[in-house]
């Protein structure tokens, strides 16, 4: 006679439906734990460090809506109070027009402006770069000069090609 495995109950047995209804619950458990511990450091980082920047588009119409506030409330004290009011009416006049023209392009190409954004990054770091290398060689020669005892040749041209 063969050995057989015990005849098992089948109320002992857990259908396969539970186990992947187990499996997932686990899984959404985890989903919904880590989008918790996502949204509390978020939340943390924004009480430690304020409110993060947003696209450039939305900081260029922040820009925008500052100055014209700016400009709209400034007091001309060169053109006295009888031209004053006549003054302050033509400058809000041309801060919306302003606004009406801007506003437009941010509209219809709000990536041209994360794009500037990150090429302005660039160029400022190949700027630091290139004064860097610079701040080097001038370093490096006046310690030579130093251990030579010699005296400053004077004025070095700088290639900026």
Same mark, same amino acid.
């Given at each position: 006679m063969s050995e057989e495995l015990p005849p098992s109950d089948a !109320? =002992?047995?857990?259908?396969?439906?539970?186990?992947?209804? *187990? /499996?997932?619950?686990?899984? =959404?458990?985890?989903?919904?734990? *880590?989008?918790? =511990?996502?949204?509390?450091?978020? !939340?943390? /980082? /924004?009480? &430690?460090?304020? &409110?993060?920047?947003?696209?450039?588009? %939305? %900081?260029?119409?922040?820009? *925008?809506?500052? *100055?014209?506030?700016?400009?709209?409330?400034?007091?001309?004290?060169?053109?006295?109070?009888?031209?004053?009011p006549a003054a302050q009416q033509m400058v809000k006049q041309v801060v919306q027009q302003a606004k009406a023209a801007v506003e437009p392009v941010i509209e219809r190409n709000p990536d041209v402006f994360d794009h500037l954004a990150a090429a302005g990054g660039e160029l400022l770091a190949a700027y630091r770069s290139a004064v860097q290398a610079q701040e080097q060689r001038w370093s490096r020669r006046d310690d030579t000069l130093r251990d030579k005892g010699d005296e400053d040749p004077g004025p070095e041209r700088i290639d900026l090609d």
């Amino acid at each position: 006679m063969s050995e057989e495995l015990p005849p098992s109950d089948a !109320a =002992d047995r857990e259908p396969a439906d539970a186990v992947d209804e *187990v /499996r997932a619950t686990d899984a =959404d458990a985890w989903a919904t734990a *880590v989008a918790e =511990d996502l949204a509390a450091e978020k !939340a943390r /980082r /924004r009480t &430690q460090y304020g &409110q993060p920047p947003g696209s450039a588009a %939305e %900081e260029l119409r922040k820009l *925008v809506d500052n *100055v014209a506030e700016k400009l709209s409330g400034l007091q001309s004290p060169l053109l006295g109070g009888i031209a004053g009011p006549a003054a302050q009416q033509m400058v809000k006049q041309v801060v919306q027009q302003a606004k009406a023209a801007v506003e437009p392009v941010i509209e219809r190409n709000p990536d041209v402006f994360d794009h500037l954004a990150a090429a302005g990054g660039e160029l400022l770091a190949a700027y630091r770069s290139a004064v860097q290398a610079q701040e080097q060689r001038w370093s490096r020669r006046d310690d030579t000069l130093r251990d030579k005892g010699d005296e400053d040749p004077g004025p070095e041209r700088i290639d900026l090609d």
